[in-house]
């Protein structure tokens, strides 16, 4: 999976090995709003909904790399 997270919005793509995306969510769960939900819980609910396997390598960016990330 692939994610892009930032101050207020989060983009999350569910790709295969050859680089397909199978599955996309977006929402307003921001960086802003990940501090007080919780980072995993928000990231796993997506992945969840879009089926991803529980194994499954997640590579991350945007402001989730940041101080306040």
């Given at each position: 999976?692939?994610?892009?997270?930032?101050?207020t919005r989060l983009r999350v793509?569910?790709?295969?090995?050859?680089?397909?995306?199978?599955?996309?969510?977006?929402?307003?769960?921001?960086?802003?709003?990940?501090?007080?939900?919780?980072?995993?819980?928000?990231?796993?609910?997506?992945?969840?909904?879009?089926?991803?396997?529980e194994a499954m390598p997640v590579i991350i960016c945007?402001?989730?790399?940041?101080?306040?990330?």
């Amino acid at each position: 999976a692939a994610v892009d997270w930032g101050t207020t919005r989060l983009r999350v793509w569910l790709v295969n090995e050859a680089g397909n995306v199978l599955a996309e969510r977006r929402g307003d769960d921001g960086l802003i709003t990940a501090q007080a939900a919780g980072f995993s819980t928000i990231l796993e609910g997506h992945l969840a909904a879009m089926g991803a396997p529980e194994a499954m390598p997640v590579i991350i960016c945007g402001m989730a790399g940041s101080r306040q990330g």
